[in-house]
T-cell receptor
Framework: DAKTTQPPSMDCAEGRAANLPCNHS???????VYWYRQIHSQGPQYIIH???NNETNEMASLIITEDRKSSTLILPHATLRDTAVYYC??????????FGAGTRLTVKP | GAVVSQHPSRVICKSGTSVKIECRSL??????MFWYRQFPKQSLMLMAT?????????EQGVEKDKFLINHASLTLSTLTVTSAHPEDSSFYIC???????????FGPGTRLLVL
């Protein structure tokens, strides 16, 4: 599976959109981009995933560039409860999920 | 979304004893379950992958005789830490993947403290 690169930390003001970037320049054609988050002392929570089209659900939007070498997770209206470590994972098919260091997002009042 | 539970949520044990952690998929059948370990301020590290009815596949550096994994049914996997030592103290997290699906769902984790 392709490696991902994320900034170690980001801040966001409460009520504003949080845009979390992820680089995956070696992604192959059949690899999906997954996003999970981990709130302190809890198990990771699935957020969203996509292959090449942009995706949206009740939690977030996922924007994947046309060349698929990077993506952005968007939390449209961040709340204090969105403070967590966000993991971008690239994976193909049935392969297991392997976590990098992630981005620690801090939402500030 | 799919729900995965773990029991116990936290456990304290004496060095040399064995501890069993259960992972259950509550509302779906999971052909594959995964066990991760997470040390403070670090990311999750995959320990092993288990498929229902077959032996687990362990990651390099994970002792299979120390971390016994059983996946006897489509809704239950257990991790037994045998002869636990203080360095085994960690946050253990399981995840499950339903039949014919790609997304993994994670349990809430079990915090193990070995004294």
């Amino acid at each position: 599976d392709a490696k991902t690169t994320q900034p170690p930390s980001m801040d966001c003001a409460e009520g504003r959109a949080a845009n979390l970037p992820c680089n995956h320049s070696t992604i192959s054609g059949n690899e999906y981009v997954y996003w999970y988050r981990q709130i302190h002392s809890q198990g990771p929570q699935y957020i969203i995933h996509g292959l090449k089209n942009n995706e949206t659900n009740e939690m977030a939007s996922l924007i994947i560039t046309e060349d698929r070498k990077s993506s952005t997770l968007i939390l449209p209206h961040a709340t204090l409860r969105d403070t967590a470590v966000y993991y971008c994972i690239v994976r193909v098919g049935d392969n297991d999920m392997r976590f990098g260091a992630g981005t620690r997002l801090t939402v500030k009042p | 979304g799919a729900v995965v539970s773990q029991h116990p949520s936290r456990v304290i044990c004496k060095s040399g004893t064995s501890v069993k952690i259960e992972c259950r998929s509550l509302d779906f059948q999971a052909t594959t379950m995964f066990w991760y370990r997470q040390f403070p301020k670090q990311s999750l590290m995959l320990m092993a992958t288990s498929n229902e009815g077959s032996k687990a596949t362990y990651e390099q550096g994970v002792e299979k005789d120390k971390f016994l994994i059983n996946h006897a049914s489509l809704t239950l996997s257990t991790l037994t830490v045998t002869s636990a030592h203080p360095e085994d103290s960690s946050f253990y997290i399981c995840s499950a993947r339903r039949v014919s699906a790609e997304t993994q769902y994670f349990g809430p984790g079990t915090r193990l403290l070995v004294l």
